[in-house]
Structure formats: C-alpha cells, structure tokens
C-alpha cells in the first residue's frame, strides 16, 4: 500500500468505461492532525481532498456539503455518496481511504464505483 506524506498532488481518474483520463488538484492528509482538521472551517475546496488512512467520515461542523468516495487498497472506488453537513458516515468494510470534494464535482469527473485513481504526488510544489 502507499504511503504518502501531508501535502499536495495531483488526483487522476481514469474511468472504469475507458476514456480520457481527468486530472484534478489534491490535497493529502495523513496524520492524525490533518485528517481530523479535513475540510471543517472551510467554505468550499479546489479539487478534491484525500484522509488516508480513512474508513469513513463526518460532516458535523462543515459548511457545505460534500462528495465522498470510499477507496480500497488498490485505489479502487467502492462507493460515491454526497452528504450534507452534519452527518456521520458509516465506515465501509474495505476502504482504505477517502476523498472528500465540493458536492456535485465527482460526478463531474466521472468518478464512479469501480473507477480506478492515481495519486501523484512528484510535484509537492504546486
């Protein structure tokens, strides 16, 4: 399993159908610290944030609602679901990770169960 750092990426999808590959702006939370602070006090996001290692999430506190996708091992979505604030998710047996992004954009990207991510990680500068 990988294993990455606090920081900021890349999120590429690649749908599961075939087609053209979306790139979109990554955040990445990894410690205790971070994966607790996610998304709480914030108004919106840039592309999307990822809490690993994460099984679920909670929107109590939040200020818009969100996307949610549950990610196994192999960076395989199991499940999308928007959830609005104030809401507790229910882990999901094998998810490994979780993203987190403005309600509405996944399906934009056409990141749907069964799609597969890459989390790119090489230009920490961006």
């Known amino acids: 399993?990988?294993?990455?750092?606090n920081g900021r990426g890349?999120?590429?999808?690649?749908?599961s159908g075939g087609g053209?590959?979306?790139?979109?702006?990554?955040?990445?939370?990894?410690?205790?610290?971070a994966r607790t602070r996610g998304l709480l006090g914030r108004d919106s996001v840039?592309?999307?944030?990822l809490?690993?290692?994460?099984?679920?999430?909670?929107?109590?506190?939040?200020?818009?609602p969100i996307d949610v996708a549950h990610l196994d091992r192999h960076l395989t979505v199991l499940a999308v679901h928007?959830?609005?604030?104030?809401?507790?998710?229910?882990?999901?047996?094998r998810s490994r990770h979780v993203l987190e992004a403005e309600a509405?954009?996944?399906?934009?990207?056409?990141?749907?169960?069964?799609a597969r991510v890459e989390i790119d990680v090489s230009d920490r500068g961006q």
């Open 10 to 15: 890349r999120l590429v999808i690649r749908p």
């Open 104 to 114: 509405g954009a996944m399906a934009g990207w056409g990141l749907v169960v069964g």
């Open 20 to 33: 053209a590959a979306v790139t979109v702006p990554l955040e990445v939370a990894t410690s205790y610290r």
């Open 1 to 5: 399993m990988a294993r990455w750092r």
């Open 46 to 49: 840039t592309g999307a944030m």
């Open 51 to 64: 809490l690993s290692p994460a099984s679920s999430v909670h929107t109590f506190r939040m200020r818009f």
């Open 82 to 93: 928007t959830m609005p604030p104030g809401r507790l998710d229910r882990p999901r047996l």
